[in-house]
C-alpha cells in the first residue's frame, strides 16, 4: 500500500472511530426521547394490580402504553402490574395481562400452574429456584399464592429445593405436547408423563406418596406401582401428549405418542374424593400395556 493511499485509509478509519460513539449516542438519545409516563400514574396501575380488576381495566383502556411500566419501590425492588398480580396470587388480572401481551415470566408461570415451563427452566438453569421476583418473593411463593391450580408446581418446586438440582446443560428427550392441563385433575395426570421425560428429581417411592392414594398402593402393594414406573420410565420418556378431556368428574383420559410416532397409549385416571386429586386407578393400554387395567 503506498504511502498516500495509507494515510487516506488510516484517516478515514480514525474519523471513523471518533464519530461512532456519538453516532450510537445520537441513537440511544433519540430513543430516549420519549416522553416518560407519569410515575404516580405507574404506581396507581401497579398499586390497583393487587386486587382491584376493574380499575386495572379501566386504566390500561385509557392508557394501554401502562402494560409494562415498572414502579420502583426503592432498594432495587422494581414490579410491574402483572408481577403485582402475580405475588397475590390474582389470576383473573395475570391473565387478562397476559393476554394484552404483558410480558410473561418464570414467577407468572409458577403461580399459573405452568409446571412444564418451570421443570424446563429449571433443569436448565437450576439456581433459579432462588430467584427472587418483586419484594423478594421467590416461585415457591408465587406456587402457594396461586393456590389449587397451582398445587404441583409448588410440591415440584419444593422437591427440588430439598433435593440435589440436575446437572447444568442436561438435554431432556424431545417432547412436544398439543394439549395443555386446564384444571387439577389434568394436572395430576399430566405429572405421571412429566415424571418419566425427566425423573431426576425425586424416586420411585416419593412420586408415589405424591400421587397415588395410600389405599390403592396397600391394595397393589408399593412393588407394583414402582416396577410399572420404571417400565414407563424407560419406554416413555420420548413422548408427547396428544389428547387430555375430563377432570369435572374426577375422571380423566389421556393418550400419549411416541415421538417416532410408532406408539400410541391410552390412559384412564380415576382420583380420591377424600384425599382431592390423588390416583385411585390408573387404565392403561396400547401396543403393550404399561399399567394394569
Known amino acids: 500500500m503506498d504511502r498516500k493511499k495509507f494515510l487516506t485509509t488510516g484517516l478515514v478509519t480514525t474519523a471513523s472511530m471518533a464519530f461512532m460513539p456519538t453516532l450510537v449516542f445520537s441513537k440511544n438519545k433519540i430513543t430516549q426521547e420519549k416522553d416518560p409516563l407519569d410515575k404516580e400514574l405507574v404506581y396507581q396501575f401497579v398499586a390497583k394490580a393487587h ?84 419484594h423478594g418473593l421467590d416461585l415457591i411463593h408465587h406456587a402457594n399464592a396461586g393456590g389449587e391450580k397451582s398445587r404441583l408446581v409448588l410440591e415440584y418446586l419444593q422437591n427440588f429445593k430439598k433435593n440435589e438440582p440436575p446437572k447444568e446443560g442436561k438435554v431432556l428427550p424431545l417432547r412436544n405436547d398439543t394439549v395443555s392441563p386446564n384444571n387439577v385433575y389434568q394436572q395430576r395426570a399430566v405429572a405421571i408423563v412429566d415424571y418419566a421425560h425427566d425423573n431426576t428429581k425425586m424416586t420411585h417411592d416419593e412420586f408415589i406418596d405424591l400421587h397415588f392414594d395410600p389405599e390403592l398402593v396397600k391394595k397393589r402393594g408399593r412393588d407394583f406401582f414402582k416396577g410399572a414406573l420404571d417400565r414407563f420410565c424407560k419406554e416413555m420418556p420420548q413422548s408427547s401428549i396428544i389428547m387430555l378431556e375430563g377432570g369435572t368428574h374426577e375422571q380423566v383420559k389421556m393418550i400419549i405418542e411416541k415421538t417416532d410416532k410408532s406408539t400410541k397409549y391410552y390412559f384412564k385416571f380415576s382420583f380420591s374424593s ?9 387404565g392403561a393400554g396400547g401396543t403393550r400395556a404399561i399399567f394394569d387395567r
Open 51 to 134: 386486587g382491584d380488576f376493574s380499575t386495572v381495566k379501566s386504566m390500561l383502556s385509557k392508557t394501554p402504553s401502562l402494560l409494562n411500566a415498572t414502579h420502583d419501590w426503592g432498594g432495587g425492588d422494581f414490579e410491574t402490574a402483572l408481577g403485582a398480580a402475580s405475588h397475590i396470587g390474582h389470576t383473573e388480572i395475570a391473565e387478562y395481562l397476559i393476554a394484552n401481551g404483558a410480558r410473561f415470566n418464570m414467577f407468572s408461570a409458577a403461580m399459573l400452574g405452568d409446571l412444564g415451563i418451570i421443570q424446563q427452566l429449571l433443569v436448565k438453569y437450576p439456581k433459579l429456584i432462588d430467584a427472587k421476583g418483586p
Open 274 to 282: 377424600e384425599k382431592p386429586h390423588l390416583f385411585t386407578m390408573i
